[in-house]
């Protein structure tokens, strides 16, 4: 399975109270924190709702033998 890297870009300060729990929710404490979820769906839908206060980066899937 895929992985995404969700870096926290952009204060939550003065944005609605849902988007900063979702933040939260996503494991993300502190400004340019980065945090590695799996690329699922539910995910994504959190990254959505957050995609201005984020970067999300695709990680390349290590090959092991």
């Known amino acids: 399975m895929s992985k995404i890297a969700i870096t926290w870009k952009k204060s939550g300060i003065g944005f609605a109270k849902d988007q900063r729990l979702t933040i939260a929710s996503l494991g993300l404490r502190k400004l340019n924190q ?3 979820h799996d690329d699922i ?5 959190m990254v959505r709702k957050v995609q201005h206060l984020v970067e999300v980066i695709e990680v390349p899937r290590s090959k092991s033998k």
Request: glycine share 12%.
């Open 41 to 45: 769906p539910p995910i994504r839908g």
């Open 34 to 36: 980065t945090v590695e």
